[in-house]
């Protein structure tokens, strides 16, 4: 199984972005996907997860400007950003829990959101 992280890129400050995270390889089912970002010199930190139900959990810091979906039929997990802050800068991570078998979790290699001010 595999994860593939896309749609990082320049953006000014205000603007908008929208990541894609698409699994490939023997999946059975997805459970929990999530969108981890991880800011030079910080610790990887949780920024949205969406679980098969279709529930959603946010940060804080990205609460009403960061919406989490997925499309299961697609094998693919949105993270569509807007507002975007300096500080939002940096490299973004999906994760998801998938059952291949067994149940394990997955990272995909991460796409770099640079918010200029």
């Known amino acids: 199984v595999q994860l593939q992280a896309s749609g990082g890129g320049l953006v000014q400050a205000g603007g908008s972005l929208r990541l894609s995270c698409v699994a490939s390889g023997t999946i059975y089912r997805v459970g929990d996907v999530g969108w981890y970002r991880q800011a030079p010199g910080k610790q990887r930190e949780l920024v949205a997860r969406i679980n098969r139900n279709g529930g959603t959990h946010y940060a804080d810091s990205v609460k009403d400007r960061f919406t989490i979906s997925r499309d299961d039929a697609k094998k693919t997990a949105y993270l569509e950003m807007s507002s975007l802050m300096p500080e939002d800068t940096a490299v973004y991570y999906c994760?998801?829990?998938?059952?291949?078998?067994?149940?394990?979790?997955?990272w995909g290699q991460g796409t770099l959101v640079t918010v200029s001010s």
């Open positions: 994760n998801a829990e998938i059952f291949s078998p067994p149940w394990d979790t997955f």
